[in-house]
Each structure stands twice: as structure tokens, then as C-alpha cells.
């Protein structure tokens, strides 16, 4: 059975840094590609960031040069590594990995705020 659990959310002031994990069992996230999407109250979910089985990564313009994503194998752990926070990247953030079924964690809540 596969499980994706997300962490790391929490309040932040505009331009700090968070950094979401999410943590994978029974499936292995260096063998698939990972996203990272959010989702703001009263907008559709976004694709944020990916990182191929390969190891590349793609970003959305709004995060891109702010956000990393990055994968711990050993761990069999995606990260996403967020600087310069703006309130506009308030949103639920969701981990997802598709093999030929779609897998989603449960997200973890990001706020940013003065």
C-alpha cells in the first residue's frame, strides 16, 4: 500500500523559508517522477515543481529561482526547499506520484504572513 506523507508547513513571515518534506512507503520515488502541487482557498490545484525518475526538475514561473525541489533516495524522500516566501504562496501543498495509478498525500498547510 502506498503512502505519501507530507510535513514542514506552518506559519511564516513574507520572505522566509520553509522546507516540505514529503515521505513515501511502498513505492520507490526514484523509480517515478514526483510533484509538488498547492492549492489556495477557492483556486484549482497547481503544479508548483517535479523532479523526473531522472532527476530533472521543471517549475512553475511563480516559484521558479525561489523553489527547490530535491530527492533523498536513501530516504525515499522528496523535499521542496522554500525561500523568499510570498503571501501569495499561501496554499495547502500536496506531494503526488504517478505510476500507472495517481498517488496523493494529504498536504500540509503553508501560511505566509506578517
Known amino acids: 500500500q502506498v503512502h505519501l506523507v507530507e510535513s514542514g508547513g506552518g506559519l511564516v513571515q513574507p520572505g522566509g523559508s520553509l522546507r516540505l518534506s514529503c515521505a513515501a512507503s511502498?513505492?520507490?520515488?526514484?523509480?517515478?517522477?514526483v510533484d509538488w502541487y498547492r492549492q489556495a482557498p477557492g483556486n484549482q490545484r497547481e503544479l508548483v515543481a517535479s523532479?523526473?525518475?531522472?532527476?530533472?526538475?521543471n517549475y512553475a514561473n511563480s516559484v521558479r529561482g525561489r523553489f527547490t525541489i530535491s530527492r533523498d533516495n536513501a530516504k525515499n524522500t522528496v523535499y521542496l526547499q522554500m525561500n523568499s516566501l510570498k503571501p501569495e504562496d499561501t496554499a495547502v501543498y500536496y506531494c503526488?506520484?504517478?505510476?500507472?495509478?495517481?498517488?496523493w498525500g494529504q498536504g500540509t498547510q503553508v501560511t505566509v504572513s506578517s
Open positions: 523532479i523526473s525518475r531522472g532527476g530533472i526538475t
Open positions: 503526488r506520484v504517478t505510476t500507472y495509478v495517481t498517488y
Open positions: 511502498g513505492i520507490i520515488v526514484s523509480l517515478n517522477g
